[in-house]
């Protein structure tokens, strides 16, 4: 176990070291002030930085000699848009509102570099598809963003909290699904080209809740690579009242562990925009 009361965790390699941003925030509830990002060395788990008060549900991605963050802003009692983070030495921060909400609640979100730029996912309560959808974007420079509308999954259930990375041609994402009616979720794997048509693991689920402590919920994935071995932390808890970070270590690298999902054939999404596209 890595830390408890903690949800969401988003692990870079920052100046040499291992650091992880924690997401400080209580179970319910609260004001904007009980809300922040606590950025830590990994290893001694010392403060490096606390910033981005009422904010939370953040990730992390360091390009080249900056860190940037992205985080919801909570605010009359809900999770609102996604605001970027950005700072060369953790005291002066830049911020801009990265992704403005329409006709909905934005919540997780995840960033990596692709093929043309940077993409990220992010997660979406909106009312035209079961709660929760995932949605991208896209952006040059990691401030200014562009919605994808046709690059949208889980259109047919529940799919939240994503971590998304880019390797050797394909997007990979982990996400959570929640295994309706039964109050139990898992986390996923999809991969895609074009961030329109997906294709699940045949493999699927990559943790499931089944150990003792892990509650019914394995959730809030993070994968990064560190010292030649692949890193998963997740929450485990009951998605109520606890929630506790764990993680695991694959022993090769993460293109070894994304692809090892893949020793068969995916399984075409019918919850992507794309697919439902093209096979009208």
């Known amino acids: 176990m890595i830390a408890r009361n903690l949800c969401e965790v988003s692990n870079v390699h920052w100046q040499g070291r291992l650091c992880r941003l924690e997401c400080i925030r209580p179970g319910e509830g609260g004001t904007g002030s009980d ?22 549900l ?52 995840s960033v990596c570099k692709g093929t043309n730029g940077y993409v990220m996912a992010y997660e979406s309560n909106d009312p035209a598809y079961p709660a929760f959808t995932i949605k991208f974007a896209e952006s040059v420079d ?37 295994k309706s009616p039964r109050w139990f979720f898992e986390t996923f794997i999809t991969r895609t080209k074009d961030l329109k048509t997906w294709e699940l693991s045949a493999a699927n689920p990559v943790i499931s809740p089944d ?35 764990q993680w695991a270590e694959y022993d090769s690298p993460m293109a070894d562990f994304l692809e090892g999902w893949y020793r068969v054939s995916g399984i075409p999404d019918s919850g992507s925009l794309g697919f439902q596209k093209s096979s009208k």
């Not at 809300?35 to 939370?56: H, I, K, P, V």
């Not at 046709?150 to 996400?175: D, Q």
């Open 211 to 245: 150990v003792l402590g892990e509650g019914i919920n394995v959730s809030d994935p993070d994968l990064i690579e560190h010292e030649g071995k692949t890193r998963l932390y997740y929450a485990a808890g009951d998605q109520l009242k606890w929630m506790n970070i």
């Open 142 to 178: 990691l401030k200014t963003w562009t919605k994808l509308p046709e690059a949208t999954f889980g259109t047919n259930r529940y799919t939240a909290c994503p971590f998304i990375t880019h390797v050797n041609g394909y997007y990979y994402v982990l996400y959570l699904e929640r």
């Open 58 to 109: 953040a990730s992390a991605l360091v390009d080249g000699d900056t860190f940037h963050a992205f985080a919801s802003r909570w605010e009359e009692g809900n999770w609102n848009d996604v605001t970027w983070f950005s700072s060369k030495d953790l005291v002066q921060w830049e911020t801009a509102v990265a992704i403005e909400q329409e006709n909905e609640h934005l919540f997780n979100s």
């Open 35 to 56: 809300y922040y990002l606590l950025l830590r060395d990994a290893e001694t788990g010392a403060e490096l930085a606390r910033f981005a008060e009422g904010y939370g």
